[in-house]
């Protein structure tokens, strides 16, 4: 009987999804971060206030669009702070522990000043 060769495995496919940071933390488990459960908490509380401010900017322009003359350079200012927001949220990492007390301090403060505007 014949001895049949089989060739060798192809290397494994890493896939990245969408909001991975880095695939390596799936295929080496002494490279996953080490993160608490309060880590967890901070950051979804950092994220939510991210996106209530976009949430404040968008209902501005929506606004100032509405009226007969908008003020078409406020708009743009509006547009780029929320779009700044965006790529603040998108870049956040559970594991920034200190970027993410800097944003529930700060945007938090200045969340609470706009919906006591509102």
């Not at 976009?54 to 547009?79: G, N, Q, T, Y």
């Amino acid at each position: 009987m014949a001895h049949i060769t089989y060739p060798a495995a192809a290397a494994p496919t890493v896939i990245v999804l969408d909001g991975e940071h880095n695939p390596a933390y799936y295929l080496d488990r002494d490279a996953q971060p080490q993160w608490t459960h309060d880590d967890c908490v901070n950051y979804e509380s950092a994220r939510e206030l991210i996106t209530e401010l976009m949430a404040f900017r968008s209902e501005w322009i929506a606004r100032e669009r509405a009226k007969a003359e908008p003020d078409l350079p406020v708009i743009e200012r509006w547009k780029a702070e929320r779009g700044a927001y965006a790529a603040e949220l998108r870049g956040l990492d559970v594991t920034d522990r200190e970027n993410i007390t800097r944003i529930r301090r700060d945007y938090g403060a200045e969340v609470r000043r706009l919906a006591a505007e509102a």
